[in-house]
């Protein structure tokens, strides 16, 4: 079995950290700022946690969002979560990717997360 990636971060890529969680840059980042948040313990699904562990990382992530907005001039974000295989989760360690959104990095950002089938993403355009 593989070492896990998120159990073995290097320091220096930790932007913030509390006792339940760390966060750092996403190393192939979607935008510039993409930053996970990262439960300390081990575990699958960020509900395998305990609520006071969820909780943090929820802080933390709140805390990303309020550094990117500070030192990037951030004002819109994705925030979102890969629970499980099927969903796109491809390290079997819970995180949160918090990812800013800018004008114009995409041609039409409506929809945001539906995008991720996108034959059902454009809602407003069903009769």
Not at 33 to 54: F, M
Not at 90 to 100: G, K, L, Y
């Amino acid at each position: 079995m593989s070492k896990c990636p998120f159990c073995q971060v290097d320091q220096s890529r930790v932007v913030l950290q509390s006792a339940s969680a760390i966060a750092m840059r996403d190393e192939f980042p979607l935008t510039e700022g993409h930053t996970l948040i990262i439960p300390r313990p081990h575990v699958k699904s960020l509900y395998d946690l305990s609520a006071e562990d969820q909780l943090a990382a929820w802080d933390l992530v709140s805390d990303v969002r309020k550094n990117c907005k500070q030192e990037l001039g951030i004002h819109a974000f994705n925030i979102g979560i890969n629970d499980g295989a099927e969903a796109g989760q491809t390290i079997e360690h819970a995180h949160i990717h918090v990812i800013p959104r800018r004008i114009g990095d995409v041609v039409d950002p409506r929809g945001g997360i539906r995008n991720i089938i996108p034959a059902r993403a454009r809602y407003w355009e069903v009769d």
